[in-house]
């Protein structure tokens, strides 16, 4: 039933520019406004708002954190199309690298510029760097969430063909054929390692295992759904996709510093 309705709610039209075969664009807003667009500023405003009240609960500086949220925000949009545009095999000039109207961002390289942003923003105040990573990290996963929502409904971010099947029917308004919903995969997962993460909050006993813990369910979501995205325009390092190198390295970054920052607060006391 769900598929059915989102037949009649939806309206396909071929996009002009799209590689034969693949989806075309999903229309339930004017042609001026993009799902995308509006579920992406959605998740952006209510992962603000969840930081926002876990901060306040935990008895941080919210001035601090809505300036770090404002300076990571603009660090994940440069660094959400820098990666696209080094993954991708074709070549655009400065201009067309700028042109963030013409699509191509990578989530990685969103959660990566716009963590880093924002840990050193916050890192000029009194408040433990890895506290603030805590709070904003289930909002961070429901932004990611509610993009990867508005990808399926742009049309962006597909699978490979699949059988026949209620999951398999989101994806009918592929000219190939239904495809596999990797973008509601994807958001159904995040959304629920969130909910978990805000359980979680009340048991942790040191500050940035929370953090940490979303960065691991994040970085294995995202390496085991590239198998099956169908979308041909990922960039590919050997046997792996950049995603699932950006996987693996972000597994090793965020552990590595947390493990060196346990080790000198212990060799401190």
Do not use: K
């Amino acid at each position: 039933m769900v598929h059915r309705l989102v037949g009649v709610l939806v309206r396909a039209r071929s996009t002009s520019g799209r590689a034969s075969g693949s989806p075309p664009r999903i229309v339930l807003l004017p042609s001026t406004v993009q799902p995308f667009g509006v579920l992406l500023a959605a998740g952006v405003g209510l992962g603000l708002l969840v930081c926002d009240r876990l901060a306040r609960a935990a008895g941080l500086d919210r001035n601090l954190g809505g300036m770090a949220f404002v300076t990571g925000a603009v660090a994940a949009l440069a660094g959400a199309r820098g990666v696209y545009v080094a993954g991708s095999p074709e070549r655009e000039t400065l201009l067309e690298v700028l042109a963030l109207g013409r699509g191509g961002l990578s989530g990685y390289g969103a959660l990566g510029a716009g963590s880093a942003a924002f840990a050193w923003a916050v890192s000029r105040g009194r408040d433990s760097v890895w506290s603030w990573l805590d709070v904003a990290a289930p909002g961070m996963l429901l932004c990611a969430a509610l993009a990867r929502l508005g990808c399926l409904l742009t049309g962006c971010d597909f699978g490979v063909p699949a059988r026949e099947g209620v999951l398999a029917r989101f994806g009918v308004f592929a000219s190939a054929g239904p495809v596999h919903p990797t973008q509601l995969y994807e958001a159904s997962l995040l959304l629920a390692v969130c909910a978990l993460s805000l359980f979680a909050r009340r048991v942790q006993r040191a500050n940035g295992q929370l953090f940490v813990g979303c960065a691991v369910a994040y970085a294995v979501v995202r390496f085991s759904l590239e198998p099956l995205r169908g979308d041909g325009d990922r960039g590919v390092l050997g046997v792996l996709t950049l995603t699932q190198w950006c996987a693996l390295g972000s597994v090793a970054a965020v552990l590595g510093a947390w493990l060196r920052t346990r080790q000198r607060l212990t060799s401190s006391t």
